[in-house]
Nanobody, 119 residues
């Protein structure tokens, strides 16, 4: 079974940095997209950053210039480097992957990891 395992969340001061990781495990043939979403309490889940097969990236306007998404294909892992963090970045961050594995094409979600930006 394919699983997404996240790590790296925690508490950080405004202006600080944090690096999130999400590793996809299982029998995986092709990962088409990997994405990071975030959701604050009572709010809609919004896309933060996306990286495609060929490495093309897309970011929400609110994080451009501060966040960077990258992937390690050999490890089926996606990262989100978050710099210059603001209190409004506080949310649960979710990893998402569209991939072809032993069960065919499916979309998978991680369990979410809390990021809190506070002094």
């Amino acid at each position: 079974q394919v699983m997404l395992v996240e790590s790296g969340g925690g508490l950080v001061q405004p202006g600080g940095s944090l690096r999130l990781s999400c590793a996809a495990s299982g029998i995986i043939f092709t990962i088409y997209h990997m994405r990071w979403y975030r959701q604050a309490p009572g709010k809609q889940r919004d896309m933060v950053a996306t990286i495609a097969r060929g490495g093309m990236t897309n970011y929400a306007e609110s994080v451009k210039g501060r966040f960077a998404i990258s992937r390690d294909s050999a490890k089926n892992t996606v990262y989100l480097q978050m710099n210059s963090l603001k209190p409004e970045d506080t949310a649960v961050y979710y990893c998402n992957a569209d991939l072809n594995g032993d069960s065919g094409w499916n979309s998978y979600w991680g369990q979410g990891t809390q990021v809190t930006v506070s002094s």
